[in-house]
């Protein structure tokens, strides 16, 4: 019942807690149908929740296609999202800059099922700035990839929800 409303007919962000918590019945199913934990958004506030936030949703979310939105630079986080790189279909990131090369190492380039990419550096006032880290190659095999968006000044304009737009 749910995989069809789900994936049919509304934004589903935050559907798998609200579900989970209606009656033990539903909890059951919320548990378990992977779809309803494969959207996984962290916001700047309350950072010591966020990553065992993160981490159940990548763990019930069982095999399935991820839509990751990351809006904080919290590296525990991403540490986290970088080891299911092979499910992204979706992700928007704020990447702290001087972390490119832990990005790079972890990703290797290599992502079969990214459709839509936003990522944000923070870290970077001026060119000289962005030239002094490693170059970000993490993205260079996406074979699927449709869209994508990089700014290297994201985070200091849009702080408050920028990537929930």
């Known amino acids: 019942m ?15 807690l609200l579900v989970s918590h209606v009656f033990s019945r539903w909890r059951f199913i919320s548990l378990s149908t992977p779809i309803l934990w494969s959207y996984i958004s962290t916001k700047p506030a309350k950072q010591t929740f966020q990553r065992a936030f993160v981490k159940v949703h990548i763990s019930r979310s069982g095999n399935a296609l991820l839509t990751i939105e990351i809006g904080h630079c919290d590296s525990f986080c991403l540490q986290d999202v970088y080891t299911v790189y092979h499910r992204w279909n979706s992700v928007a990131l704020i990447v702290p800059r001087p972390s490119i090369a832990y990005l790079n190492a972890s990703i290797g380039g290599k992502l079969p099922c990214l459709q839509h ?7 970077v006032g001026t060119v000289e700035d ?20 990089f700014d290297v000044n994201w985070w ?6 920028m990537l929930l737009q």
């Open 156 to 161: 200091d304009e849009e702080e408050e929800d």
């Open 2 to 16: 749910f995989r069809m409303v789900v994936i049919g007919m509304w934004q589903w962000k935050a559907t798998a």
């Open 130 to 149: 962005y030239a002094e880290h490693p170059t970000c190659t993490a993205f260079l095999d996406a074979p699927m990839l449709c869209s994508i968006a």
């Open 117 to 123: 990419l936003k990522v944000g550096f923070t870290g």
